[in-house]
């Protein structure tokens, strides 16, 4: 049982430990994010002063500058999407693997008190049979050997010889009359 509490502390700790250099990388791609949108609101706010103040430039190029600035800006964003999706899932990948290897662990530790249990079991099942089997065989032949004995007394009492030593009479018969009614 030790065992196991030891596999779900091992389990806990890899677990905080992920999260953590998740966590981590998460903040520092978000600082890195956080300062790139920084500078490029920054510069947002430089063109559009900018047009305001030079009100020579025309409006479409205001347009085309503000226009590629939310391109970049999109394009950026989508990056560091993926930078965060492609950073949890191989965190979660290594996570579900870790977590993989401490169940199989863990099965193979139960499956293993399992198997020495039912060994122990089986022994005793078996230590008790042979002493079972010789005390059963041994009243068996007890209760044969009564049978046998009873048996023979009852034949004994109950059995008298028979002696045919009687004279055979011989019988005879007195003829029948018809003519009496």
């Known amino acids: 049982m030790s065992e196991a509490l030891n596999l779900a502390e091992i389990f806990k700790a890899k677990s905080q430990q992920q999260a953590k250099i998740i966590?981590?990388?998460?903040e520092s791609v978000t600082t890195q994010l956080n300062s790139f949108m920084?500078?490029?609101?920054?510069?947002?706010?430089?063109i559009i002063k900018q047009g305001m103040e030079s009100?020579?430039?025309?409006?479409?190029?205001?347009l085309t500058t503000l226009a590629k600035h939310q391109t970049d800006m999109s394009t950026d964003l989508d990056t560091y999407m993926s930078n965060v999706q492609a950073?949890?899932?191989?965190?979660?990948?290594?996570?579900?693997?870790?977590?993989e290897k401490t169940?199989?662990?863990y099965t193979q530790h139960i499956a293993e008190l399992i198997e020495q249990r039912e060994d122990r079991i089986a022994k005793v099942i078996k230590s008790e049979m042979k002493k079972w089997a010789i005390i059963s065989g041994f009243i068996a032949f007890m209760v044969l050997m009564l049978g046998m004995i009873m048996g023979a007394l009852i034949i004994n009492k109950f059995s008298?010889?028979?002696y045919i030593?009687?004279?055979i009479q011989?019988?005879?018969?007195?003829?029948?009359?018809?003519?009496?009614?």
Request: glycine letters at 2%; a negative charge; proline letters at 5%.
């Open 23 to 26: 966590e981590q990388e998460v």
């Open 38 to 46: 920084t500078a490029k609101l920054k510069e947002s706010e430089t």
């Open 55 to 62: 009100l020579d430039t025309s409006n479409e190029q205001l």
């Open 87 to 99: 950073h949890t899932v191989k965190h979660l990948n290594l996570f579900a693997k870790d977590l």
């Open 103 to 105: 169940i199989e662990a």
């Open 160 to 162: 008298k010889p028979t």
């Open 165 to 167: 030593n009687q004279q």
């Open 170 to 181: 011989p019988q005879i018969q007195q003829p029948i009359d018809y003519g009496k009614k």
